[in-house]
């Protein structure tokens, strides 16, 4: 179904509410919502349905984003949640495909904006498919991701295949939290633990204690559904993320090795990030068939 573009103009007359919701254009002509409540502030692109902010009232920013990251059309924003969709990292058989999908840089269309009875704002958009996508991924699909932004921030990414024959899908919210240094956080939750080391080939490993970070981490934990606590001792919270309809949980952090070498991370940025992405992992994907949907969410708070 043919969609036009969201106009700067429409977008307030329609879904504006002053000192709630206000949408801005940048220089480059990206739009985004500007989120302000009692309980947070927030910002998503309508390119790639990405947060970029997102910071609860009398608390630091819980997102990281790169100082050095581009806002351009058709470009990958470096830090935030980007959705990766409906692949995860390369594509499968073809690596002249981008990685990560298309969805991330994809121009979505806001469905709506709401308020619940939490006095929490309530985003939703949509992505369906189009000549473009079909030049990558030839089905026809609608996304639907609901956006909560309150004490906590919650997203849920509902994907439905609208073909008549079953797909394979991984993906991800490939959520990148702040921390004050990469030596001193630890994460709970996946102790004796599966995973794939990506570092080193995907070689099968159990975790053994907690979670710590020397050098470049990169690892698949094979677990449905999980939830683990980011601890981040200098800035004296913690951060409980949990998930649904996942199948596996990405930690990933570059080091700094592979930081220097990316164009759109800035010195020793890297230090004051962690990702933890709730996936549906390649290894372990979902198969949808025709008419079919699936919920992939993840919840966030902040403790301390």
Known sequence: MLQ?????????EQFGRPGRVVFTINSFGLIAAEITSDLCQGRVYLQGGHVTEYQPTG???????SSASLYQPGRAIRGGIPVCWPWFGNHPTDRGKPAHGFARTALWQLVAADYNINGETVLTLGLNDSSQTYALWPHPFQLTLTIIFGAGLCLFLTMENC???PVSISCALHSY???????????HGFES???LDK??????KMQSGILTFEQETDRIYLLS??????ESPETGRDILIRQQGSTATVVWNPGPIKAAAMADMSGEEY????CVEAAIAPQAPVVLRPGEAHVLAEIADCFG
């Open 193 to 195: 633990a599966d995973y």
């Open 199 to 204: 570092v080193e080939g995907d070689v099968r």
């Open 59 to 65: 608390q630091a920013p819980l997102l990281w984003t």
């Open 163 to 165: 073909d008549t024959s």
């Open 4 to 12: 036009l573009p969201q106009t700067l103009g429409s977008l307030n």
């Open 271 to 274: 230090r004051e990030m962690v």
């Open 225 to 230: 559904d999980a939830a683990c606590r980011v």
């Open 177 to 187: 939290f702040r921390i004050a240094d990469w030596h001193t956080c630890r994460i």
